[in-house]
């Protein structure tokens, strides 16, 4: 007999015969699925809904066997995203990225507490989208795709673009005349300064980028629907003057 108890956000919930539910869910021991039985029942769907935090039991005889998955509620996120367009946007995100790109029971505890940040403030005006690009930066560092912002700049000179080759950060001397082929890089995104609108865009166009290159791109699959979405939403947003 196999089975483990710790803390998992759902990422995925499908119908499954009569009532029960095929679910996906991130621990930080990695991407887990199992059977929740009864899962799709009206008394038990609510747990279910992606984007929720639960205290998950998952068990099975042998390590082949789907399991089966049980769990208490913690952090209802899925209900406090729903009166939010940008928030329920951001968790379908977030979640369609970690269900597309992680592999199954592998441990991942960073991400498991970067995505957890993102869902523990979901509901926080301001809070989710900058949370969210952030953790699309460690999720890349994490799937060895990392960016690096480590290139150091002096005097008045300073990090302002990102190579849509390389992934580093370029300075504002070094970008010369190839600063029109390169990413602008937001402040907050070093750890500086508050987040606009306009900065998280730009930081979803980076992480994007690399996402759909490197990581689904290399799988012949494309960047998920929600993610793509979620840019399409941030960019009307700015285009009508919000």
């Keep these: 007999m196999l089975e483990w108890q710790e803390p998992a956000i759902v990422l995925e919930t499908a119908a499954y015969g009569e009532g029960d ?10 991407l887990w699925r199992g059977l929740a039985k009864g899962g799709a029942a009206r008394g038990k769907a609510g747990m279910w809904q992606k984007g929720n935090m ?35 946007a951001v968790l379908n995100a977030a979640c369609a ?57 002096g005097g008045n000179d300073r990090l302002a673009y990102v190579s849509p080759r390389t992934g580093r950060a370029v300075s504002l001397s070094q970008a010369g005349e190839w600063v029109d082929r390169l990413f602008p890089l937001p402040e907050f995104m070093l750890g500086e300064g508050e987040a606009s ?10 992480t994007g980028h690399f996402f759909t290159r490197d990581v689904f791109g290399a799988r012949h699959r494309p960047l998920p629907t929600a993610r793509q979405r979620l840019y399409e939403l941030i960019a009307d947003r700015l285009a009508e003057g919000e």
């Excluded at 507490?113 to 994490?142: K, M, N, Q, S, T």
């Design 54 to 88: 639960l205290s998950a039991r998952w068990v099975a005889r042998t390590a082949e066997q789907l399991g089966t998955l049980a769990g208490e509620m913690v952090h209802p996120a899925a209900a406090l995203a729903m009166g939010e367009r940008d928030s329920l």
């Design 197 to 206: 609108l306009a900065d998280c865009l730009a930081g979803l166009r980076i």
């Design 97 to 153: 990225l970690a269900a597309g790109a992680m592999a199954e029971r592998e441990a991942c505890p960073a991400v498991f507490a970067g995505l957890a940040r993102v869902l523990a403030g979901i509901d926080i005006a301001g809070v989710p989208l900058p949370e969210l690009v952030r953790w699309e930066v460690l999720l890349l560092r994490e799937l060895g795709f990392g960016l690096d912002f480590s290139a150091q700049a």
């Design 21 to 30: 539910a095929l679910v996906s869910v991130l621990t930080a021991q990695g």
